[in-house]
């Protein structure tokens, strides 16, 4: 059974910094490339980062990157996201997500949002 089960979200005042952690199971971590997905309330999904199997090919979306730094543990098979100096337009729900059937690079997985497999989320809140 594939299970991506994201924690480390809270409230946080802008600023602060926060760090998600997405742990995966039931598919081979190693070969597959990983994103991170946000939703607020009665709002589309929008594209947060992306990291390719080997973790040597990152994305960001525009509105994070030089804030946001997306890694992998393989030997835990967790995925992370560092979000430092966050602003109040953070506030998300934060999901990770990942093609468990087919490896795909993360330009598919994120861009073409070619993911099958989600997890229940994590709520980041940014305010003072």
């Known amino acids: 059974e594939v299970r991506l089960v994201e924690s480390g979200g809270g409230l946080v005042q802008p600023g602060g910094s926060l760090r998600l952690s997405c742990a995966a199971s039931?598919?081979?971590?190693?070969?597959?490339?990983m994103s991170w997905v946000r939703r607020a309330p009665g709002k589309g999904l929008e594209r947060v980062s992306a990291?390719?199997?080997?973790?040597?090919?990152?994305y960001y979306a525009n509105s994070v990157k030089g804030r946001f730094t997306i890694s992998r543990d393989v030997a835990k098979n967790t995925l992370y996201l560092q979000m430092n100096n966050l602003k109040p337009e953070a506030t998300n729900m934060y999901y990770c997500?990942?093609?468990?059937?087919?490896?795909?690079?993360?330009?598919?997985?994120?861009?073409?949002?070619?993911?099958?497999?989600w997890g229940q989320g994590t709520q980041v809140t940014v305010s003072s």
């Open positions: 997500a990942a093609n468990t059937r087919y490896r795909v690079s993360w330009y598919r997985l994120l861009i073409q949002a070619q993911y099958n497999s």
């Open positions: 990291i390719d199997s080997g973790g040597g090919s990152t």
């Open positions: 039931g598919f081979t971590f190693s070969n597959s490339a």
